[in-house]
Structures are given as C-alpha cells and as structure tokens.
C-alpha cells in the first residue's frame, strides 16, 4: 500500500481494500438507475419526452439523487404516457407514475432510523417493478431512425 494514503487514513491494506469494494458496489449501485432512466427516455421519441435522457446520470451525484429521483422517474413514466395518450392508447393508466413517485419517496425514508430498512426493501422492489414496466411499455416503441 502507498505509505502517504496508510498514513492518511491509519488504515492497513485489508481495510482499505474493504472500503474500496464497498464504495464501488455503491457506485455500481446508484449507476443502475441513472442507466435504467436514460435507456428508456432514450426509446421514446423526443417530442414526447418530458425530460432529456442525459440528466438521468445527475442522479449519481451523492444525496442530491434524493431529490433528483423526485424528478427523473415520474418523468420517464410522464414521458411513455404523453407517447401513448397521443397514440390513443389510453389502457397503460399512469404507465407506472404511482409506482415512481413511491419508489422515490421510499428512497428517501430509507434514511430515517428504524424505518430505513423496510423503506430500502420497498425502494428496491418499487424500482425494480417500475423498470419492469416502463422496460415492457418502451419496447412497444418502435425504435427511432
């Protein structure tokens, strides 16, 4: 290990190496879906497009993806309904609103003590089942030329 960083830090070669593990499971973590919210804005054409898919990536930016994920996820799911209402198909409801706004306010209660962990369990199934949906809603897009 380089001497100025253990000397920095007090810490030996295992618990560095621990920490660096962590923070890039986190980094890979947060990138999922900063990813997920650029692929599907990037399927839908746009001029139905509520947001560009490039600010999906300011949610990798640390705490302030907290409130940015108020605005990124219900945006993707604005963004496919604006493309099926003018479409006339009007049978996809909210095409996953509910479930964004949800998702994004269970992130944020997974920083409250106590309910932080059913918060974060919930955040993640939410994510998941939104990007299930806005994933099987985009594919029905015929890709743009």
Known sequence: MHPVIGGIFGLGGPELLLILIILGFALAFAA???????????RIPPQFRRQSPGLAFLLLIPFFSLIWNFFVHPKVAESLKAYYDAHGAHSHGDCGGGLALWMCICCVGAFIPFLGFVAGIAGLVLLIMFYVKAFELSSRIPPLV
Not at 32 to 42: Q, R, S
């Open 32 to 42: 999922i879906p900063a990813v997920l919210a650029y692929l599907v804005l990037n």
